[in-house]
C-alpha cells in the first residue's frame, strides 16, 4: 500500500470535523493522502447545491491545496473492465463511486470509505472506515 485514498463520504466526516478521521489523518505523512478528481467534482457539486457557496468552496479549496488530487486516466480501463465484470454478476457499482475504487486499486492505495458494501465488489481493493 502506498497510501490512503478519501472517498468524499470521508472527507464530508472531516469537513464536519470527524476526530476518528482527524486523527488517522494526522498519523500519516500528507505525502500519502489522496483524493480522486471524481471526489473533487462531487465536492463542488455539493458547494453548488450549498446555499453558503462561498464558504464551501473556500473551505473545499483550502482541504485541496493540502492534498494530493490523484488523476483518474490511469485507471479508466481498470474501471471498464470492472464495471463489465459487475454488470454481468448483476451488481453494478454507480459510475462514480467506481471509478474512486479502481483509483485506489490502480494506484495501491487503501480507500477510506464509509460505503464498505458496494466498494468491497471491487476486486483487489483495501478498504477502511476510520468513521
Not at 485514498?5 to 464536519?16: H, K, N, V
Not at 489522496?34 to 458547494?47: F, H, K, R, T, W
Not at 479508466?76 to 485506489?104: H, W
Request: hydrophobic share 40%.
Amino acid at each position: 500500500m502506498n497510501g490512503v485514498l478519501l472517498d468524499t463520504c470521508a472527507c464530508i466526516e472531516l469537513f464536519r470535523s470527524n476526530r476518528n478521521i482527524l486523527n488517522k489523518l494526522n498519523s500519516i505523512s500528507r505525502d500519502l493522502c489522496y483524493v480522486s478528481e471524481i471526489v473533487v467534482a462531487e465536492l463542488y457539486i455539493g458547494a453548488e447545491r450549498s446555499v453558503r457557496k462561498e464558504y464551501e468552496f473556500n473551505r473545499i479549496n483550502s482541504f485541496l491545496s493540502k492534498i494530493n488530487i490523484l488523476p483518474i486516466s490511469n485507471s479508466i480501463r481498470r474501471f471498464a473492465k470492472e464495471k463489465a465484470r459487475l454488470q454481468k454478476e448483476g451488481t453494478p457499482i454507480e459510475d462514480f463511486d467506481l471509478l474512486i475504487g479502481v483509483s485506489a486499486v490502480e494506484n495501491n492505495l487503501m480507500l477510506v470509505t464509509d460505503n464498505i458494501r458496494h466498494m468491497s465488489r471491487i476486486n483487489d481493493i483495501l478498504i477502511e472506515n476510520w468513521r
